[in-house]
């Protein structure tokens, strides 16, 4: 085993996103504490991100003896997810500036019997928000997701997860002073971790069964030499592990905790998880199940199918019963990740891997545009609220008082019920289509009914906002920085929706262009002779 | 660019630049929208000389004209690709004089101007798509776009039950575009380019019978494909039973948005099953045609009792739309010359009388703010120019010869007889109904003693003049000399009709 | 009798087990994460026997990442459940229900 430098191509990005973090850290601590600055540098250096990500752009191979990939497909997923980290990043600083200015200083639960204790002492911004320490979490959380999506090694997919959770944990919980937030916090971190359990036994099952692999292309040549001698075990040990993931990707049975925390956290905390650890999730999905474990597709198979399809209609049929919109897009972001789960089970056909893969990130992108803009507007109307609640109700008449602003929500809403000319229908178009290819035609046909009962919900809120009258006037002010992530999202979901081609373009050569690698040497205790070898 | 791509994307620009337009200043909005929609009829009127009539189109790549190809979405093998001929050009010249004339109507609309305007102007864009389309993909987009700011026109600024009616025509308009999709898609999967051997959306591939392929062979499949479109188009039209969003939709819509689904919106249908049904499954079309037949002649019947038994004069001319596509949809299914050239004359012709029907109750409702036939009395003495528009489009609706609706019926009529004799002779009885209720409707409003309400209603302003009477002029015109449109479908219509009829049904 | 890798990989089971038993039935969050540090290690020893058995050291490999994971875990976990307390003066989870579960 050597160690080549140009490896280090294969992470830079995270490297860079590390350096940033740390640098937002340290300018808190020692420069300066303008929110400006800080937001400024967690920007600027989201940017340079995506630069080094493309500079990395090179022949799909692997790195660091096949832990992790570098690779086409890595390429785009860190660009999406350094794009879902920079909206974030630019949607937080209004949300975090009215928190200085009219938080309200602990909605707290009186506790009978007992004297309430003094407010936690917390040190940072009035309202107990460190804006330094969020911009880091921020980019942490990003750092997780990149490594879990360009992981080809049980090692470094846990390790991914893990880093990406730990900081989505405190991120949800990043308001103490508010009592739902540090409850969404409890109730990830508790569920999350519980889900991690069961990923880790998967992996130690496989681990067993495999003898001894970690790596995902050893793991899939000891399941393809097991062939139907594949222990039992192996079977549960891919269970637990879909479990697992499944857990993060809030796949119905596993999804009771998205809707709390969604409404729990922070707004752009939740537009950033509803979309980023998705992608990274769904990613290490096509890593292990389509190109891993393809020879076990008849076990995973069924079991994702029924997922999938339980996914797509419980979301959507629980959507339309919510009051809050926060919780509606939980329940519409949970039927979203159904149908993308359509493309895991689609690359597990061999002959349409690559154009299910692909078919993935451009859903992706499009969700990413169409959910970002949707919380972005949530956010600004939520503002206008005393409470800074987040009802449906508040959408009534908005169409009158704020034009364009509505014109955008009903763009995006548009676009996530999958209506052309907008990206949302370009997404299902070209996920469902590989769907049919790989001969999934029941489950897609679920799926285009689940995107007619989405349409309910989704026009629901346009019809409030153009048709309804208001019931009392709001207004809703919008900085530049907001402004220009709504901008961003109504351009792409428009230029996605009408001008596809591009992107589904990139999309595929980012799926065809992706690495297997393998580790050069496989170490093993017991054989002096390969120990040596690996010394020279 | 090509003048297609222009007539079909400068009111998408001019939305986009109404949007941008200062709020507070709604004549500039209109002014403008005016300008646009002026720009659109000046090039589409342009392009009449320079339509050559004698060539084909339908199924024949080189003879369709002012042809525009480009790749769209290489990753589905989708292409830009659009052009007119004999069946398509009528209707795009409809749709540009429509357009524009609603502009000046819609002058009352003082909620939301820029909002209007920007979405009837990106509507108009979706309808101009849908005629000049020859990809299916393109077709499909295009429909869709046309469905969205209808839906917002009727929902925001339609009467009081308008979120209920607009709702009711989404989710209509939403299953039939999903059937089409569903069906695009089959084709999509079941049609190869006979060159690369890649599937395709383009129309003329699927047309040619050789294209097809997988479960396109088998029988049942392609009448199950028949009548999957047959009820996205039906609905549409709207043929009986599936037109009860039609009259919720009229009545709630405002002026102009009323004589664009009708003038225009109700032709989708039919345009759609002769663009597509019609040449791509000629074998079940064959099989079928006395289907279409029996529903053309339920749709005037029915439409016609429907008619008379109407108060509110909006609802009245809605149901009289459904009866005047039932001699459409009769004419079509006829397969024959006379049959097919009057349908898609009728088709014309009904967007001009139809408009100013719609527009002419517009011009009441403005004044009296209530639409009861019965509630008004004597108007001849009040507004005798208001009549005199009235009887002409009156007149033209119940086909009086001399007037444009007389020609087209007939030779729907005259197209069907020869095939469906009884059906036919039952559909004539439909024109003695129209004729009844029309007739009746006219002396209830008009004649008899003048409500002393109504005695000092202003007479029909210049605005509404200029909006009705190119419309009459066209009407009347025609009625005496058919043949610049007429002239306009003949050979590409006759070819349709011997594409299907050389088909051994199925 | 000798105690080979199936006797290990049951207690690993087992263990396994009682943490999934304790993380549902328990209603205290401190329980609850102690149940699920259970099933960490339960993990930890099967990755060891794997390893021992194999052999292979990526196992043993891997439990180190796994406790030192499991330290950050402790680390965030025991954070956010003192901002509960705070709150609420309980750590009981039927207790945190301003959004039902």
Redesign the interface.
């Known amino acids: 085993m050597t160690f080549n430098p140009s490896d280090l191509w294969a992470v830079a990005p995270e490297m860079v996103v590390l350096a940033v973090a740390l640098a937002v850290i340290l300018i808190e601590l020692l420069a300066t504490r303008r929110e400006g600055v800080l937001q400024g540098v967690a920007a600027v250096g989201l940017l340079a991100v995506m630069a080094v990500a493309v500079w990395s752009l090179g022949r799909p191979t692997g790195a660091f003896n096949g832990m992790v990939a570098r690779d086409g497909l890595t390429v785009f997923v860190k660009l999406l997810l350094a794009g879902v980290a920079l909206l974030a990043v630019l949607m937080s600083r209004d949300y975090l500036m009215g928190l200085d200015k009219s938080a309200p200083t602990g909605v707290r639960e009186e506790v009978k019997g007992n004297p309430p204790l003094p407010p936690p002492a917390i040190a940072g911004g009035e309202a107990g928000v460190r804006h330094g320490e969020y911009y880091a979490l921020l980019l942490l959380a990003t750092c997780g997701m990149m490594v879990l999506a360009s992981a080809t090694n049980l090692v470094t997919l846990f390790l991914g997860i893990e880093t990406m959770s730990l900081a989505l944990y405190v991120l949800a919980g990043i308001r103490p002073e508010r009592p739902r937030s540090g409850e969404a916090a409890l109730k990830y971190f508790l569920l999350g971790a519980f889900s991690t359990g069961f990923l880790l036994y998967g992996m130690a099952l496989i681990y067993g069964t495999t003898g001894g692999q970690t790596n995902l292309s050893m793991i899939s040549k000891a399941v393809a030499d097991l062939g139907d001698g594949a222990p039992v075990m192996l079977f549960a040990g891919v269970g637990l592990l879909m479990v697992g993931l499944l857990f993060k990707v809030a796949a119905v049975p596993f999804h009771f905790w998205s809707p709390d925390v969604y409404q729990g956290a922070p707004t752009p905390v939740t537009a950033f998880m509803s979309v980023g650890p998705k992608a990274a999730a769904l990613m290490a999905f096509i890593r292990l199940f389509g190109w891993a474990l393809p020879d076990l597709a008849d076990v995973w198979g069924p079991a994702l199918w029924m997922v999938a399809a339980a996914t797509m209609t419980i979301g959507n049929i629980v959507a339309i019963a919510q009051r809050d919109i926060k919780r509606m897009l939980a329940y519409s972001s949970i039927a979203h990740a159904g149908y993308l789960l359509i493309g895991v089970l689609a690359a597990g056909s061999p002959g349409v891997r690559s154009a299910a893969t692909a078919s993935m990130l451009f859903y992706l992108v499009a969700y990413f545009l169409m959910n970002i803009g949707a919380f972005t507007i949530a956010i600004l109307v939520s503002r206008a609220r005393p409470d800074g609640d987040y009802q449906i109700d508040d959408y009534q008449g908005l169409g009158a008082s704020h034009p364009y602003l509505s014109a955008a929500m009903a763009l995006f809403m548009i676009s996530l019920a999958g209506i052309p000319p907008t990206a949302g229908f370009f997404g299902k178009l070209y996920l469902f289509s590989a769907g049919v290819n790989a001969g999934l035609v029941t489950l897609v046909v679920i799926a285009v009914l689940n995107s007619v009962i989405s349409v309910y919900y989704y026009l629901r809120i346009v019809v409030y906002m153009l048709m309804r009258p208001q019931p009392s006037p709001v207004e809703v002010r919008i900085s530049p920085a907001m402004t220009a992530v709504v901008l961003v999202c109504v351009v792409g979901v428009i230029k996605f929706g009408v001008l596809p081609g591009s992107m589904m373009d990139w999309a595929r050569s980012g799926a065809e262009n992706m690495a297997q690698p393998t580790p050069q040497v496989v170490v093993d205790v017991n054989d002096p002779s390969q120990i040596r070898q690996s010394d020279r | 660019m090509g003048s297609l791509t222009l007539l079909t994307f400068i009111p998408a620009a001019g939305a986009a630049i109404v ?1 941008l337009l200062p ?1 507070d200043n709604p004549k500039l909005v209109r002014w403008f929208s005016i300008l646009v929609t002026g720009i659109v009829l000046a090039i589409a009127v342009s392009l009449y000389p320079q339509f050559d009539r004698g060539i084909v189109g339908i199924d024949q790549e080189a003879t369709f004209q002012f042809v525009e190809k480009g ?6 093998n989708i292409n830009y690709f659009v052009g007119v001929d004999g069946l398509s050009f009528p209707m795009v010249l409809l749709t540009a004089l429509l357009c524009f004339l609603c502009i000046p109507a819609s002058w009352g609309i003082t909620k ?1 101007v ?2 209007y305007h920007a979405l009837f102007l990106l509507l108009e864009t979706g309808m101009i798509g849908v005629f000049v389309a020859l990809d299916f993909f393109l077709f ?2 295009f429909w ?2 046309m ?2 700011p209808m839906y ?1 026109l009727i ?2 600024w339609g009467g009081p039950r ?2 209920y009616a ?2 009711k025509f ?1 989710i209509y308009t ?1 299953i039939g575009s ?1 059937l089409m999709l ?1 069906v695009m ?1 089959v084709f999509y ?1 079941n049609v190869r380019d006979p060159v690369t051997g890649a599937n395709t959306f383009n129309m003329l591939h699927m047309m040619s019978q050789a294209n097809h392929g997988g479960i396109m062979s088998l029988n049942h499949v392609r009448v199950l494909l028949f009548f999957g479109l047959y009820i996205c188009f039906a609905i549409k039209v709207p043929v009986f039973p599936f037109h009860t969003w039609l009259p919720d939709a009229h009545v709630e819509a405002p002026t102009a948005v009323s004589v664009i689904l009708a003038g225009i919106l109700l032709k989708m249908g039919t345009y759609g099953l002769l663009r597509i049904s019609y040449p791509i499954l000629p074998d079940a079309t064959h099989s079928f045609a006395w289907f279409l037949a029996v529903m053309g002649m339920i749709n005037i019947i029915y439409g016609a009792f429907c008619a008379m038994a109407q108060k509110d004069l909006k609802k009245l001319v809605a149901y009289s739309s459904i009866s005047h596509m039932g001699f459409v949809m009769l004419g079509m299914s006829a397969l024959t010359d006379a049959g097919i050239n009057g349908a898609v004359f009728q088709m014309f012709n009904h967007g001009t009388i139809t408009a100013m029907l719609f527009l002419l109750v517009g011009v009441i409702y403005d004044r009296a703010h209530h639409r009861e036939i019965d509630g008004f009395g004597g108007l001849a003495n009040v507004m005798p120019r208001y009549l005199g528009i009235t009887s002409v489009a009156f007149f033209a609706g119940m086909g009086l010869p001399g007037l444009s609706g007389f020609i087209s019926e007939a030779m729907c009529f005259i197209g069907a007889f020869p095939v469906w004799r009884t059906l036919t002779i039952i559909s004539i009885g439909g024109i003695v109904i129209t004729a009844a209720y029309l007739l009746w409707t006219i002396q209830r409003m008009f004649f008899g003693e003048t409500n002393p309400k109504y005695a000092d209603l202003p007479e029909i302003n210049g605005r509404e003049l200029f909006t009705l009477l190119p419309l009459a002029a066209i009407v009347i015109f025609l009625g005496i000399w058919p043949h610049p449109i007429l002239g306009l479908m003949n050979t590409s219509l006759s070819y349709l009709g011997e594409l299907v009829r050389s088909v051994a049904p199925l | 009798m000798t105690v080979g890798l199936s006797w290990y990989l049951w207690l690993s089971a087992l263990l396994f087990c009682i943490g999934v038993a304790g993380v549902l039935t328990r209603r205290n969050a401190l329980i609850i994460f102690m149940s699920i540090e259970l099933m960490l290690n339960a993990v930890n020893l099967a990755f060891i026997s794997f390893g021992r058995y194999l052999p292979n050291i990526d196992g043993q490999v891997f439990v180190f990442f796994v406790m030192a994971v499991a330290a950050a875990e402790v680390a965030v976990g025991l954070a956010i459940i003192v901002t509960i307390f705070r709150h609420k003066e309980t750590v009981d989870i039927d207790q945190v229900n301003l959004m039902k579960w």
């Open positions: 949007a709020r790749a769209w979405i290489p990753a589905f939301g820029k909002g499909y987009v869709e776009i469905l969205l917002f929902g925001i308008r979120v607009a709702i989404f939403l999903l569903i898609l999967f």
